[in-house]
């Protein structure tokens, strides 16, 4: 799992970027969840204490097991010392079975952090980007980056008002502005309409985007006419999460998503003929 | 045209830089290998593309994903345990389906070069011969039958342990085609009298061996860790089981080439693989360590031992040890 | 008089610190242990003074090497590989033969006080007669019959193989005594269909399972490592086929005591087997790394566990997995 | 291989003992053979190099591999750096094809160190016994020794004159000397006989002794009448080599050769009650 491959080469190799440790194991590690918030109608931030220190990159993610129910990916939102942070959104069989029944002092099993995460760098101007609950490796990205004296910018996508969290959590350590589409709150409009005007004002050294895969694609698109690096996360369906079996393809790349990705260097999107509507189309099953 | 450049085109992608004598060519029946290195069945063996960066990452040919003749979903998550020397899965033989697959093997053979085998599962000899038929049409160098699965009910290994039936299989779909006919066993079909019986029907060749099948507990759940509770061992703790069944195979079989898999992590396991009798590797969970990059190191290290140890052919290799 | 003392006895001589509440006393078929854990045939069980020893270390029984008729000097060395995550062994059946054995056995019977596995081998029903009626005069507790050791021609595997045979033998064995008959069995028999026959013919336990086929080589060598070539891999690599093996024959017989034997070397392990639905556990390659120590820490270990997760009785963590 | 049991305790426990590290690893290291001495008609010297260190113990044995024709026990008569030595007696199958056949330039394969060597003290007065073969040993023990300020004698009992080696060697390190049955060279007698004349007159911090049974036997009473401590080595037929089989148990105490021994506190061998009248009968077949 520690080698990007050719195709996703970090952007970003000048001595400024920070390398923290990855790691290849894939045994289970308990945690017990510490504090359950909800955010919106269908998302809630669970704060789970791990027995021991994972330390995964911004953009990693992590299989989440509940013996007996099912186990799936999720985007670290925050980690430090041994305690993570993961915002799951309530969308089918799992998820709504840990909406409905993990409280505070469950205990739940973890594998990662897997994958590759976002490249880093320090002393940077960085536009981040997302919607609904892309928001999470964002996070965890916005902070670090923050830590290292990057210049941030962040544009927030929600559906209505009601949708609208972790608006607070940004502000702290970024230039932040949000966008809702009936415009009850904040810009009026997509965040991609909203990402345009930035643009026809700004440039930026990098740009980071997470969320449904036909915005990503726009924003990706929009950057890359302006010549700016973008990286972005992307989701298929994961099942082994270490690059054996071929689930979580991105077609017709070749690229793993728990291997490859699930961060990418924007300019390979721009090959993906056909983005998926949702982020759920089960590519291996329908081909 | 590939065929000429093979050995040449091969060292010239790798940089392979001592000794252009090495022959590191290989063949299994029909199939002309440029190097011994294949694609196991079920590892990222589902698409096209997938396919075709296997290929660029130097493996001498491909095995599918297996093939069922509808779209099979797999079990839910988990699916898959690391255990450090080894690991576990019941993907459950998760695939698009022949009719959906068929297209991909199209669009797979006009981009890359190196043989395709497809594997083929069923449940019934109906099933057997619709996905094989499908999966000729679409231009498979050759079929390797699943008759090993060690955890889907009603196939794989359930249908290998009826041996009248297996016969009954290798016969017809002999039949209909003059490809090269694999059977993928696993260490429950390795005996004498059953092998005897599938190579008298017309098999072409042994791919030995599939995972074996296992179960992991976290203790810590009070739980087995996979949803489908039983899955397949693989990875380098069933090495020696697979080096026992391959040895055993050639000792009693030496015309019969054999693909050996299981627990091939290495350039070592590899040349050990050949020497009990293999003619080419099959690799798979290697790929959880060493990512894509296991099929080159594999050949160069082939190439390296074989220098340093005065072989110039993959075939003097070839069950060396049963000559000593 | 044992049998009063059993638990109290083991923890004075323990000093099992936490709670005299915990009961890790348990039974299979008529044989009462004062814990789970038993020594596995084959390792250090070919002499009284060996027994005793491991008595002493805490086995709570212990089960003989298989003997034969006729003495057997086994094969020559190399008989063992260490392969780092398990062990790859052909001893080839050494044993000192049913004459000679029996005369320890009755040394034995009289300074040891758990109960005494004898492991009997045989190439005929005759030969199995014949060595059960030696060990039963000489006072063993119990008997197990090696349907399963990969590496001896005409014995183990190849008798187990032989389903018609060995149900005869069950028979037999049966009508001359009333002491428990356990199968040690290899996952080659792990077939519901072919325990049922056993199980029909009056077997009373299952010992699962024996060591797997293996080989291993060594490339700097060119060669095989054991003389014999093929031997049986046990240690921690064959843990997850053993666990799959006791928890299919204990979803299938529930009734039918299980000894789970494979890859044990912690508490841990030991707790896994016994979830997925062994009575008791065989102890075996673990010796090599952990040596005899290895009885107390596990049973402690075992102990350990239950406090902390408020099982008061191995009885109930004995197939727990199965009534989740 | 690295506890001593309960009954295999060293002697010596003072913060003058040395410990050398102590190795578990049972897999195969290549050697070369570097140089062969013809010591007597049955006893050769091979001084191979090993492809790494393995640092062994005096008294500790190693598993010698020659493919295709088997393996034996072999005890280390010596070791530097990757180089070690051995002392070979033809006197069977294996041994007679090294002799023939193991020449300057072959391949062997070693597996060890094994089991639990000698007790390792400095600045004390140790007298060491030996006869035939079982000077290996003793004289990588007495080397380490010498090297830690031992005061050291030395009992070497030959049969004949021309069974005689190792003595300048020996006398190198120590103060040596010693017996023929026929008196040609040293004392005329046995090593007992010998090692009876120098207790009469000398006492010891702690006997060493290797050799044939029956000998080692008379010497641990001699010396344990004299309330001397004493350390001996033994044979039995090593199979495993790593305690798992019980071929090498020493009846009827139950101690294994290759894991509790092959170095055994004297005090246990008084126990014995039929010591072997060779070092080779297969106790775990004859029982
Ligand atoms: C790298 C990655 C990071 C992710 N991060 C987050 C996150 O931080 N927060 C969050 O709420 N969600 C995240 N997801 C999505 C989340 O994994 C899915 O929503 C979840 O698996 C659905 O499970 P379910 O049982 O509730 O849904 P199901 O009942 O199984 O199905 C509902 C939908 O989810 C899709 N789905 C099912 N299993 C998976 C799977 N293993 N991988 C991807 N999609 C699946 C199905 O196709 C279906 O459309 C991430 C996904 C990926 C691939
Ligand atoms: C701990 C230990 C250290 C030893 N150190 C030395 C040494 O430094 N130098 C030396 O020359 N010899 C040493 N020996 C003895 C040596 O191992 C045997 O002489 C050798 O194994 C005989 O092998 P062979 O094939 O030549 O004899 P075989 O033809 O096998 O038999 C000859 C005799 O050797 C005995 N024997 C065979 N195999 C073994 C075995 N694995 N272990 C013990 N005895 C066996 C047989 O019982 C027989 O009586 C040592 C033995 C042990 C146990
Ligand atoms: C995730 C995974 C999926 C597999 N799927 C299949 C399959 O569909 N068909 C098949 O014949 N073998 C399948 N196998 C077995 C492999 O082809 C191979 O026989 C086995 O993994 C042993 O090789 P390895 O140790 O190199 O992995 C699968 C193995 C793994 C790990
Ligand atoms: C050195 C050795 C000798 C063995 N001899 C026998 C034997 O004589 N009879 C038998 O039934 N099993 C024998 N076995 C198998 C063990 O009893 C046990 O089933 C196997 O080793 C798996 O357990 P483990 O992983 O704990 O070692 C032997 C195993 C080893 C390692
Ligand atoms: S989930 Fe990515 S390859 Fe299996
Ligand atoms: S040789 Fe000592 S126990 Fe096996």
Redesign the interface.
């Known amino acids: ?1 520690n ?1 990007r ?1 050719s195709m996703n080469k970090p952007l970003n190799d000048e001595a400024g970027s920070i390398q923290l440790p990855r790691q ?5 590690i ?1 945690g017990e969840v510490y504090s359950i918030r909800q955010l919106t109608p269908s998302i809630k931030e669970y704060t789970i204490k791990l027995e021991e220190e994972i330390n995964p990159n911004p953009g990693q993610f992590a ?1 989440l ?1 509940i ?2 129910i ?3 990916p999720l985007s670290f939102a925050d980690y430090s010392t041994g305690t993570v942070k993961f915002i799951i959104c309530r969308v089918g069989f799992v998820t709504t079975y840990i909406h409905r029944n993990i409280l505070v002092g469950s ?1 739940v ?1 973890l ?1 990662g952090p897997l994958g590759n995460g976002f490249t880093l760098c320090s002393l940077k101007n960085c536009l981040l980007i997302g919607g609904g609950y892309g928001l999470a490796p964002l996070y965890y990205l916005g902070r670090i980056l923050a830590m290292n004296n990057c210049r941030l910018k962040t544009l927030l996508g929600f559906k209505n008002s009601s949708d609208v969290f972790y608006v607070s959590e940004f502000s702290e350590i970024s230039d932040t502005y949000i966008s809702t589409e009936d415009g009850e709150e904040g810009f009026k409009g997509t965040v991609v309409d909203m990402v345009r005007k930035i643009l026809a004002e700004e440039t930026f050294d990098i740009v980071y985007v997470c969320g449904r895969e036909q915005m990503l694609m726009k924003v990706v698109k929009e950057c890359s006419a302006k010549g700016m690096k973008t990286e972005a996360s992307l989701e298929r369906i ?10 979580c ?1 991105v ?4 690229l ?1 998503v728990c ?1 490859d990705g699930p961060v990418f260097d924007g300019r390979l999107l721009l090959k993906l003929e056909d983005p998926l509507k949702n982020n759920r189309e ?6 | 045209m590939y065929k000429e450049l093979k050995n040449l085109d091969y060292f010239c992608k790798m940089g392979f830089p001592e000794d252009l004598s090495i022959d590191l060519a290989t063949s299994i029946s029909k199939l002309s290998l440029r190097n011994p290195t294949i694609l196991a069945s ?12 296997i290929e660029d990452a130097g493996a001498g040919a491909l095995t599918t ?1 297996t093939i069922t003749k509808n ?4 079990y ?9 020397y080894g ?1 576990l ?1 019941a ?1 459950g033989l ?3 389906g022949a009719d ?2 068929s ?2 093997l199209s669009k797979a053979k006009k981009n890359i070069q190196i043989p395709i085998i497809t594997s083929i599962g069923g449940s019934s000899i109906e099933e057997f011969m619709y996905v094989a038929e499908r999966m000729l049409e679409s231009g498979s160098d050759a079929l390797e039958i699943n008759l090993s699965c060690p955890h889907v009910e009603g196939y794989g290994l359930d249908i290998g342990s009826d041996i009248k039936l297996t016969q009954q299989i290798i016969k017809q779909l002999k039949s209909i085609s003059s490809k090269p006919l694999f059977a993928k066993i696993s260490l429950h079909q390795s005996r004498i009298d059953i092998l005897e019986k599938y190579i008298d029907a017309g098999l072409d060749g042994i791919s030995a061996i599939n995972t074996v099948k296992a179960l992991a507990i ?1 203790i ?4 087995p ?1 996979l ?1 489908n509770i039983v899955g397949g061992l693989s990875g380098p703790c069933i090495k020696p089981i697979a080096l026992a069944v391959v040895y055993e195979i050639y000792r009693e079989f030496p015309d019969i080439p054999i693909i050996g898999v299981g627990g091939i992590q290495s350039p070592e396991d590899a040349v050990e693989m050949i020497l009990v009798g293999a003619s080419a590797v099959g690799i ?2 290697a ?3 060493k ?3 296991i099929f080159r190191e594999i050949t160069r290290g082939i190439g390296k031992f074989m220098l340093e140890n005065g072989f110039k052919s993959i075939r003097e290799l070839i069950g060396y040890i049963h000559r000593r």
């Open positions: 799992m080698n491959s290849t194991q894939s045994r289970y308990l299989m097991w013996p007996n099912g186990e799936i205990r099993f594998r994961i099942k082994c999460g270490v690059g054996l079996c071929g689930s393809s077609e017709p790349l070749g793993r291997r089960e590519i291996c099953i329908k081909n | 079920g590892i990222l063996g589902s698409s096209c593309s997938l396919l075709k960066r994903k779209p099979r979903e797999g839910v998550n988990p699916v898959f345990v690391d255990l450090g690991y899965n993907i998760r695939n698009p959906n697959f297209k991909e976290n810590k759940a009070l739980s860790i949803s798979g969970s790929i959880v360590r990512d894509l990059e």
